[in-house]
Structures are given as structure tokens and as C-alpha cells.
């Protein structure tokens, strides 16, 4: 299998076939599974907004009902994963079930199944293409193209890689806002999905400000929001942003390159991988997408192919926080110390 491996990444297209077969073994969806991890996400949500509802009715300390909008948070990143499994076709066997789950739990976590499905199908087809981004992806410019950028873009760019911008604000606004407008260039199905989803979210959050109250409907739901959006969008960012994280033109872009080198192994602690619905296992999860998240670990366990990615472990994916530029000619990312150090060696080779 080393032997294999080593030829792999040497010549990926090559052995497309053999990392096809490889896969195919794990990509049968199991309606148990999927209905368990129904029964112990989705029901334990419900559980959660019934009980904050109840010790909201009794005047319970918002001290103890804000840790239960935390943990819900949770359950909403894990709803997440099963609602971009239904995308993927690969939650249930059958293809009506996804899409049903799909729409249902796309108004759990407030994102259109259809219209986000359209959208996701670009990233995984563009991943760590550079000449392809700007969809389904964080905002990434190369340390040439910062160079080159108006003052306003710098400004514009830096703020938009501030952590607190990026990692807070940012999902929160995603989430609530972009999520709610459909991209011109969708289809018409996808742009109707957005509507529909629009018009649920209103009716749900018209019934859970009669039982609540207003003012108690946003504290809660924007504390489930921040959680769910921010841990969504760092899992994101460290997946595809991380030392030695593969980027190339098209012309020389590679399908299985892209997917086990430019998609980490995000080794998580037990309890984080289990609210993350496995998805930390992105480098299997690109190269295909049509296996079920309760099947990565199970494939990266018992193929040796899979365990020659490097994991990020919790505390190295903190690094990831330096990580701002691409630099194509040192092939790395890098942070803007990197463009500060390039425009002093320019205005030192000026003055010589």
C-alpha cells in the first residue's frame, strides 16, 4: 500500500481508478445510521428549545438557560453535517429522503438546501484551484495580487481576515443575511429554495416569539447562531487553510491532489469530533464526497492510504490564525509580515 501511496502523489491521475475503488467501499449510505444520528441531533435540538422555553416560562436565570443555547449551538454544527450530507446525496439511500431531511434541516440552520447544494457542488469542483475561486470559499488573495490592490481593497481585505470579522461577525452575517439572497447566476429551482426557506424561517420564528417573547427569541437564537456559525466557519477555514495546504493554476490543478493535500486532516478531540459530525476527516471527505459522515472515520481507519495526510491537531490548527496570503512563489501561505518584508526589500533596492 506504501508503494501505491508514494506513486499516488507522484502521478495522482494515474491512479485515479484505484482511489475510486478504494472509496467506493465506504460510500453505501445506512438508513440506521442516518435515522440514529437523527434521533440523537435533531431530537435532542427540539429538546433543548422546549426545555429553554420551560425555564423561561418559570423565570429560570437566563445564567442557566444561556450554557443550554450554547450546547444547542452544538447540535446546530451537527444538524449542519447532516444537512450537507443530504446534499451530497449520501445521508440516506434514497435520493427523495436526502432532499426532504435536506429542506428540513436547512431551516434548522437557516441555509437553503437547494440554492447551498448548487453553491457547494462549485467548491468541491474548484477546491485549491486559484485561478477558480470566489465561490463556496473564504476570500484568499495571493501576496502579488494584495501588492497590486487598491488601498480601500488592502483595507477591505485585512479587515475581512480581522479573527473577530471572520470568525464571529462574519458567520453571523452569512447566516442571517446572505443566506436570505439568492445568487443571480442560480438556477431557478435553487432560487426558489431560498424563498421557500426564507418564508419557513419566518412562520418558525413568528411561533417562537409568541411562545417566548422577542427579546428572549433573539437572545437565544442569536446565541445559537454565533455559536453554530463561528465553529462552522473556523472548521472551514483550518480545512482549507493550513501549512503546506495545496493551491495551483488551473492548468496544473489535480483532482486527488486537491482533495489530500488541499484539505486537512483536522484531528479533533472525541466530544468535538462528534458535535462536528466527522467532518475533520475533509481530505477523505473531498476526494469523496459521496460517503456518509458516519463512515469517514471507518474508511481512514482501515485504508493506510489515508493515514499518510499529516493530522492538525486542536491546538496546531491555532497556527492557522497567522495565515492570511498565498504566496505563489514559495507555494505556502504566509502572514502580512510576508508583505511587509517584500516592500522593504523594494524600497531598499530603490535607495541602492
Same mark, same amino acid.
Given at each position: 500500500m506504501t508503494a501505491k501511496t508514494n506513486a499516488a502523489n507522484d502521478s495522482p491521475q494515474a491512479d485515479t481508478s484505484a482511489w475510486k475503488q478504494i472509496v467506493a467501499r465506504y460510500q453505501k449510505a445506512s438508513n440506521g445510521r442516518a435515522i440514529r444520528q437523527v434521533c440523537n441531533t435533531i431530537l435532542p435540538y427540539f429538546g433543548l428549545w422546549w426545555l429553554m422555553w420551560v +425555564?423561561?416560562?418559570?423565570?429560570v436565570?437566563?445564567? @442557566?438557560?444561556i450554557p443550554l443555547a450554547i450546547l444547542a449551538g452544538g447540535l446546530m454544527v451537527r444538524t449542519f453535517i447532516i444537512f450537507h450530507d443530504c446534499g451530497h446525496g449520501s445521508f440516506f439511500n434514497s435520493q427523495k429522503a436526502n432532499h426532504i431531511l435536506g429542506?428540513?434541516?436547512?431551516?434548522?440552520?437557516?441555509?437553503?438546501y437547494y440554492h447551498w447544494r448548487w453553491e457547494h457542488a462549485?467548491?468541491?469542483?474548484?477546491?485549491?484551484? !486559484?485561478?477558480?475561486?470566489?465561490?463556496?470559499?473564504?476570500?484568499? !488573495?495571493?501576496?502579488q495580487e494584495y501588492l497590486?490592490?487598491?488601498r480601500w481593497k488592502r483595507f477591505a481585505y485585512r479587515l475581512a481576515r480581522n479573527p473577530l470579522i471572520l470568525f464571529v461577525l462574519a458567520p453571523l452575517f452569512l447566516f442571517t443575511v446572505l443566506e436570505r439572497i439568492p445568487s443571480r447566476k442560480a438556477p431557478l429551482r435553487e432560487r426558489y429554495s431560498v424563498y421557500w426557506t426564507n418564508l419557513a424561517l419566518g412562520l418558525v420564528a413568528i411561533g417562537l416569539i409568541w411562545a417566548f417573547?422577542?427579546?428572549?427569541?433573539?437572545?437565544?437564537? !442569536?446565541?445559537? @447562531?454565533?455559536?453554530?456559525?463561528?465553529?462552522?466557519?473556523? +472548521?472551514?477555514?483550518v480545512q482549507h487553510q493550513f501549512e503546506g495546504v495545496y493551491w495551483e493554476r488551473t492548468e496544473e490543478w489535480d483532482y486527488v491532489k486537491a482533495a489530500l493535500h488541499g484539505s486537512s486532516f483536522y484531528k479533533l478531540p472525541r466530544v468535538l469530533q462528534w458535535f462536528s459530525g466527522n467532518i475533520g476527516f475533509h481530505h477523505i471527505h473531498h476526494l469523496s464526497s459521496r460517503i456518509p459522515n458516519y463512515n469517514l472515520e471507518k474508511c481512514h481507519k482501515e485504508e493506510p492510504l489515508f493515514q499518510t495526510v499529516k493530522p492538525i491537531t486542536f491546538f496546531a490548527s491555532f497556527k492557522s490564525f497567522t495565515f492570511r496570503l498565498w504566496d505563489e512563489q514559495q507555494r505556502r501561505l504566509v502572514g502580512f509580515g510576508h508583505v511587509r518584508n517584500i516592500r522593504r526589500q523594494q524600497r531598499q533596492g530603490m535607495r541602492a
Open positions: +425555564m423561561h416560562s418559570n423565570k436565570s437566563w445564567w @442557566l438557560i429542506a428540513i434541516t436547512g431551516v434548522l440552520t437557516f441555509t437553503p462549485i467548491h468541491h469542483s474548484s477546491s485549491g484551484d !486559484l485561478d477558480r475561486r470566489g465561490t463556496g470559499d473564504i476570500w484568499t !488573495l495571493t501576496v497590486e490592490s487598491s417573547g422577542w427579546k428572549a427569541y433573539l437572545i437565544i437564537q !442569536l446565541t445559537i @447562531l454565533t455559536v453554530a456559525a463561528s465553529a462552522g466557519v473556523w +472548521m472551514f477555514y
